[in-house]
């Protein structure tokens, strides 16, 4: 099996069920609204939905609409990542690795999207009195992090190319 192929399938193994055991655990142990201090001032569990996109965005869409249109961007985005993913060189880790986590995180938010309505966040930062953090949640990370380890990958190539 291909090192790319073992990267996807073990991302995937990891972190679609994390992220949807702790959406279960957040919404079987706090209601909506509730939030817990891990860290006073800092770093709270909380229950929140966001029925839009990042920084719930096109929240204030009506229903319907709202969640075919998400749904029809998120098979896209997944066919498209997939597309990618399949051009990448058996060997590729970090690109592998990058596309994984963005996959991963986007079929986490489509899953809430299809059987919720909506996305379940639960992690809240406050950044600096009176400001916080929107609301986000493990498939959201996993979306960041692949993000990162692409960005990464492109500087550290073309770092190198530069060199040669």
Request: glycine share 10%; with cysteine.
């Amino acid at each position: 099996m291909a090192p790319k192929l073992r990267i996807l399938i073990g991302v995937l193994l990891v972190a679609l069920p994390l992220d949807q055991l702790c959406k279960l655990a957040i919404e079987s142990r706090l209601v909506f609204g509730e939030r817990i201090s891990v860290v006073d001032g800092f770093f709270y569990l909380t229950h929140a939905r966001n029925p839009g996109a990042a920084f719930g965005l096109f929240a204030s869409m009506a229903e319907d609409g709202r969640l075919v249109g998400f749904a029809i961007v998120s098979l896209i985005a997944i066919v498209v990542i997939a597309g990618f993913y399949h051009r990448l060189a058996p060997g590729d880790r970090m690109q592998s690795l990058g596309l994984s986590l963005v996959l991963a995180g986007a079929a986490g938010n489509f899953m809430d999207r299809i059987w919720r309505g909506e996305v379940v966040d639960f992690l809240h930062f406050r950044l600096w009195p009176g400001y916080a953090w929107p609301d986000f949640n493990v498939a959201d990370v996993c979306i960041i992090m692949g993000v990162v380890a692409l960005m990464t990958d492109l500087l550290s190539r073309e770092a190198m190319a530069r060199s040669v």
